[in-house]
């Protein structure tokens, strides 16, 4: 992955949700691409236009310096919320529960987790802050239990004629999780890559030689 390509920061259900974003980004000088983004598939055949999204994308090194210019953002508006924003209703723990999966909520509601925990007495420095965001880091980066049966079936489909094979043998060596801060990691453990990337081949040479025998059939 290069530095200068530009990955998924965030999406939203259209182009005006976006725009406070975008006009963040473009004055703190950050860069970004904006796409529609649909399932490649849909597979109720309806095309429905709620499945589709307005993404912001940046380059990786930005995710971490945009993440922060929205938060302080967001710090600002915590004093303007009303008094029935749910957030106020949640107790300690559960505030606790915000700051430690952050990805999972938006910055308005990080920022006020944080602001009502100092309130409480409870409030996290910088360092404690950083220990968790490497944490939740370090959690997401974990690679998926052994793919035993993945492995298996991919095996026995590459034997049998090589195209689903194929494909699961490519999902187990290729496919990956992007994480909050840009950067993008393998879903699965060494071995099963390892073992997707011999089903490629297992597949491949599987599929030639099919191919192969039915054109010779063809030819007799």
Avoid: K
């Amino acid at each position: 992955m290069s530095d200068d390509e530009f990955l998924p920061y965030q999406r939203f259900p259209n182009a005006t949700v976006a725009q406070p974003l975008l006009e963040l980004l473009h004055a703190h000088d950050i860069e970004a691409q904006t796409r529609l983004d649909q399932p490649a598939f849909d597979v109720s055949f309806a095309f429905n236009e709620t499945s589709r999204y307005f993404q912001v994308l940046l380059r990786p090194a930005d995710f971490v310096r945009a993440q922060a210019l929205e938060q302080q953002a967001a710090e600002a508006l915590t004093a303007n919320l009303p008094t029935d924003y749910y957030l106020f209703a949640f107790s300690s723990a559960e505030l606790h529960d915000i700051m430690l999966r952050p990805d999972e909520w938006s910055a308005l509601d990080v920022a006020l987790a944080r602001r009502l925990l100092a309130e409480r007495g409870e409030a996290l420095s910088p360092a404690r802050l950083e220990e968790l965001r490497q944490q939740r880091l370090t959690d997401l980066a974990r690679p998926e239990p052994r793919q035993t049966r993945g492995v298996v079936a991919g095996y026995a489909l590459a034997l049998l004629g090589g195209f689903f094979g194929l494909l699961i043998g490519w999902h187990l060596y290729a496919h990956g999780r992007q994480l909050p801060d840009g950067r993008r990691v393998p879903t699965f453990q060494p071995a099963d890559r390892t073992h997707g990337l011999r089903i490629v081949v297992l597949s491949s040479l599987c599929l030639v030689l099919l191919l192969g025998w039915y054109f010779y059939r063809e030819l007799l």
